[in-house]
C-alpha cells in the first residue's frame, strides 16, 4: 500500500479511505480492467459484422492493452490475492467463453466456419489456450514476444474452425503490428 500511494502520489491514509485492505485494491483494480475489456469487446463487436475481422479486432486489443498480464503477476495473484483470481478466473470461464460462442455462431451464419463442433467445447478451449500466453512460464520462457504468440494461437485457431472462405479472410489479414 505504501507504493500505491507513493506511486498516485497520496497519503496511505487517503488510500485507505478508498479501500480498506490491499485485497480490496486489488479486486477493484481486477475489476476495473474486466470492465473496461468487456466494453472494448462490446464495441468491436457492435461495429465489426465481419466474425474473423472482429477475433482479429478483438487480438489487437488485447496486444495493446494487456501488456500488464505476465506470469509472474498472475502467479502472485493466485498466491497472494486468491479471491481476485478467482473472479478473474471466473470472468474468463464465462464472459469471455460467451463472446466467443457469440462469435463462432457468427462466423458459421456467415459461412466463415465450419458447422461440425461443439461451439461450447471451442470457445472455452480457445479461451484456455489463449490465456495460456499470459500464464504459462513454459511459452514465456521461448523468448518469443507475448504478442507474436497470441497472434500464432488465434490464427490455429481460427484456421482450425475455418472454412475456404473463412481463410481467404484470415489470409488477408495483416496480423502483424505496425508502427504506423
Known amino acids: ?30 475489476e476495473s480492467h474486466m470492465k473496461e475489456t468487456e466494453e472494448a469487446i ?6 465489426e459484422p465481419n466474425a474473423i475481422q472482429q477475433f ?17 503477476m498472475i502467479y502472485d495473484l493466485k498466491k497472494y490475492h486468491p479471491n ?16 466467443l460462442k457469440v462469435n463462432i455462431k457468427l462466423g458459421q451464419q456467415m459461412g ?16 484456455m489456450l489463449s490465456f495460456s500466453v499470459f500464464d504459462s512460464i513454459e511459452l514465456n520462457s521461448m523468448n518469443i514476444p507475448q504478442d507474436d504468440l497470441l497472434i500464432e494461437i488465434t490464427k490455429y485457431h481460427l484456421r ?4 475456404a472462405k473463412g481463410i481467404e479472410t ?3 489479414i495483416q496480423w502483424k503490428h505496425t508502427n504506423s
Open 170 to 172: 484470415i489470409n488477408s
Open 56 to 72: 482479429h479486432l478483438i487480438t489487437k486489443y488485447i496486444m495493446s492493452n494487456q501488456r500488464k498480464l505476465s506470469p509472474s
Open 1 to 30: 500500500m505504501d507504493d500505491v500511494a507513493k506511486e498516485i502520489a497520496i497519503s496511505k491514509k487517503t488510500l485507505y479511505k478508498c479501500f480498506r485492505d490491499k485485497e480490496s485494491l486489488v479486486l477493484s483494480t481486477i
Open 160 to 163: 482450425a474452425i475455418s472454412t
Open 112 to 127: 466463415l466456419y465450419h458447422q461440425d463442433f461443439d461451439t461450447n467445447i471451442i470457445a472455452h478451449s480457445f479461451s
Open 84 to 99: 481476485s483470481f478467482q473472479v478473474f478466473e471466473q470472468h474468463r470461464s464465462t464472459h469471455i467463453v460467451e463472446y
Open 42 to 47: 462490446e464495441k468491436i463487436i457492435g461495429t
